[in-house]
């Protein structure tokens, strides 16, 4: 059970849009729709933002948007603002009851 | 109000035995799953394992399975984490989170933190 794959760090200027992708493999992204997107301030705990796949959790801006193609995930911010700066992170059910999260991704709003 | 709250900071020598906690308020405490998340100094989450405190049913992932034990006190809503025999790769904050019930495969509620810190 490897970690999935995102890129260390994204960045974006206020406005723009940005993706962070999220790559597992057919055991887990690939076999359930079923990814979650957390956000971590420094110092905080994290919150989440989408689960499964694409669903917004009630409060959650939908400027925040999640999809998946194949074993790949990924997370939308439209609308950059100062206060996505943070560090993201997907998660996939992986079955069994188990869980996996990505190594993360630091947003930097320029 | 859903509420986690985690025993504070700790800092332990190489060898000892460490339990820490993670207490439930503000809903059925039996009936969520709550996970156990590792992140290391400057580094990612890490899933552990989750535990049913209604039966105590538990699953570790494979990095985790052996290294450490989780378990909960249903009769005072708890959860705990703990280790036999620390190493200095230990050193790490842990959070607990509640598997959320509305979004079954996404954790909802999270506990702050317990940073340990394990010197050699």
């Known amino acids: 059970q490897s970690a999935l794959t995102q890129p260390a760090s994204v960045s974006g200027s206020p406005g723009q849009s940005i993706t962070i992708s999220c790559t597992g493999t057919?055991?887990?992204?690939?076999?359930?729709?079923?990814v979650s997107w957390y956000q971590q301030h420094p110092g905080k705990a994290p919150k989440v933002m989408i689960y499964?796949?694409?669903k917004r959790p009630s409060g959650v801006s939908n400027r925040f948007s999640g999809s998946k193609s194949g074993n790949t995930a990924s997370l939308t911010i439209s609308g950059l603002q100062a206060e996505d700066e943070a560090d993201y992170y997907c998660?996939?059910?992986?079955?069994?009851?188990?869980?996996?999260f990505g190594g993360g991704t630091k947003l930097t709003v320029l | 109000e859903v509420q986690l709250v985690q025993s504070g900071a700790e800092v332990k020598k190489s060898g000892e035995s460490l339990k820490i906690s993670c207490q439930g308020s503000g809903y059925r405490f039996t009936s969520y799953w709550i996970v156990w998340v590792r992140q290391m100094p400057g580094k990612g989450l890490e899933w552990m394992g989750i535990?049913?405190?209604?039966?105590?049913?538990?699953k570790y992932s494979p990095s985790f399975q052996g290294q450490v034990t989780i378990s909960a006190d249903k009769s005072i809503s708890t959860a705990y984490l703990q280790w036999s025999t620390l190493k200095a790769s230990d050193t790490a904050i842990y959070y607990c989170a509640r598997r959320s019930d509305a979004q079954q495969y996404s954790f909802d509620y999270w506990g702050h933190g317990t940073l340990v810190t394990v010197s050699s």
């Open positions: 057919s055991s887990d992204v690939g076999s359930y729709n079923l």
């Open positions: 535990i049913y405190p209604g039966d105590s049913d538990t």
């Open positions: 499964e796949g694409s």
């Open positions: 998660c996939s059910y992986a079955g069994s009851s188990t869980w996996v």
